[in-house]
C-alpha cells in the first residue's frame, strides 16, 4: 500500500473568489449586481447614485470609490475636517488632512502629487488635486473602506477601468385581457329597414314627420321587397327623396380624429431598455450640468428623480412615455448648468 494519494487544491467558486479575494472578473452580470448592491447597503450609500466603479488591477477585478461614495458617506457619519498640513519636498506636494466624525473618532490621511516643472494654473489644479485627494482618502479610512478613490487612478500604471451599470428591475409581465365579445349580427332587412329610416326622417321638421309616417306597416312592406336589390355598400352623399317630393340632406359624418392614435402612443409607457436610456441621460446630466451650477450629488439626484417624477405626474419611472420622457430630457440638456439647475428646482416645488 505504497501508492501516493493525489491530494486536489479545493476548487474556489466564483463568487467565493469575489468575497475571498476581492476579484469580481468570474462573476456573471447578475452576480456582480448583486455583490454591487450588498456592499452598498452594508455601508448605507445608494446604488443608483453609482458609488463605485470597477477597476483592473494585478489581475483582479476590483471596486473603486467615486465622488458620489465619499460625499455621502461623509453625510451619513458627519465627517468634518479639522486641519489641512501642506508640505512641499523634493518637487513633491503632500497634503494632509485630519477628520472627525460625529462620534468624536479621528483619523489622517495624505494625498500627494508631483509638482516639478508646474507653474500658473498647473500648479493651482495641482494644490486642488492633492487636496482633495487627502480629503477623500481620510473620508474613506475613517468610515473603514479600504478602497481606492478615484483620485489615485491617475497614478496606478496599466489600469484599466469599466463603468459600472446598473439595470432597472425588471418590469411585471402585462395581464393579458381577453377581447371583447363582437356584437350580436342584425337580420339584412331589418338593418336596411332601420338604415332607410334613419336616413329619410333625420332632420325633418316635427310636424313633416306626423303627416308624411305612415302610422301602420304598409310602408315596411313596400321596403321589404327591395331587400334582395340592395347592395351593401356605403350610403352615396345624393339627397334621398320621401312621399310629397320633399329633399332631405343626408346626415354630416363626423371625421375621426387624426391625433386619436398618436395621443394612445404619449400615454403608452416607455420599454424597459427605453427607460435605461433615459435615465443614463439624466444621470449624465447630474454628473456633468449641476455640479458646474453649484449642486451636491445628493441634491442634483433628488431634484432631478423629483422633477421627472412631478413633471410627468406618475407615480414611477416604469410608467412614464416616452414622448414625455424625451421632452423633459430635452429641457434639462438644452440649457446653461444654471438653467438647468434653475429648472430642476422649480419643477420640484
Avoid: W
Amino acid at each position: 500500500m505504497s501508492e501516493a494519494l493525489a491530494v486536489q487544491a479545493p476548487q474556489i467558486s466564483s463568487y467565493e473568489r469575489a468575497l475571498i479575494l476581492g476579484d469580481l472578473a468570474g462573476l456573471k452580470q447578475e452576480e456582480r449586481l448583486s455583490y454591487y448592491k450588498a456592499v452598498c447597503e452594508s455601508v448605507g450609500l445608494n446604488p443608483l447614485t453609482k458609488p463605485f466603479d470597477y477597476i483592473t488591477l494585478n489581475g483582479k477585478m476590483v471596486l473603486y470609490a467615486t465622488r458620489a461614495c465619499t460625499d455621502q458617506l461623509r453625510k451619513i457619519h458627519g465627517v468634518s475636517v479639522t486641519d489641512l498640513v501642506e508640505c512641499r519636498q523634493d518637487g513633491v506636494l503632500s497634503i494632509t488632512c485630519k477628520v472627525s466624525d460625529k462620534s468624536g473618532r479621528t483619523d489622517i490621511a495624505t494625498g500627494a502629487l508631483t509638482i516639478s516643472g508646474l507653474k500658473g494654473n498647473d500648479m493651482a489644479n495641482a494644490l486642488m488635486k492633492a487636496e482633495t485627494k487627502a480629503k477623500r482618502r481620510a473620508t474613506l479610512s475613517i468610515c473603514g473602506l479600504g478602497l481606492l478613490d478615484e483620485t489615485e487612478l491617475e497614478t496606478i500604471p496599466q489600469a484599466s477601468t469599466e463603468v459600472a451599470v446598473i439595470p432597472l428591475p425588471t418590469l411585471a409581465p402585462v395581464v393579458n385581457q381577453q377581447p371583447a365579445p363582437p356584437p350580436v349580427p342584425v337580420p339584412l332587412a331589418e338593418a336596411v329597414i332601420n338604415a332607410a329610416a334613419d336616413n329619410r326622417l333625420a332632420g325633418l321638421p316635427a310636424a313633416v314627420q306626423t303627416v308624411n309616417t305612415p302610422p301602420t306597416a304598409p310602408f315596411v312592406s313596400a321596403v321589404i321587397p327591395e331587400v334582395s336589390t340592395v347592395k351593401l355598400t356605403p350610403l352615396a352623399p345624393s339627397p334621398t327623396k320621401m312621399q310629397g317630393d320633399i329633399t332631405v340632406p343626408p346626415k354630416p359624418v363626423a371625421p375621426v380624429s387624426a391625433t386619436v392614435e398618436t395621443a394612445v402612443k404619449s400615454e403608452t409607457p416607455a420599454t424597459q431598455k427605453e427607460v435605461a436610456e433615459f435615465l443614463a441621460r439624466a444621470a449624465k446630466v447630474m454628473r456633468d450640468k449641476l455640479p458646474k451650477a453649484g449642486m451636491k450629488d445628493q441634491e442634483a439626484s433628488n431634484g432631478v428623480k423629483n422633477y421627472l417624477l412631478k413633471q410627468s405626474g406618475k407615480p414611477t419611472f416604469r410608467v412614464i412615455s416616452a414622448a414625455v420622457f424625451e421632452n423633459m430630457l430635452k429641457t434639462l440638456e438644452a440649457g446653461t448648468p444654471e438653467e438647468t439647475a434653475a429648472i430642476v428646482r422649480a419643477g420640484c416645488k
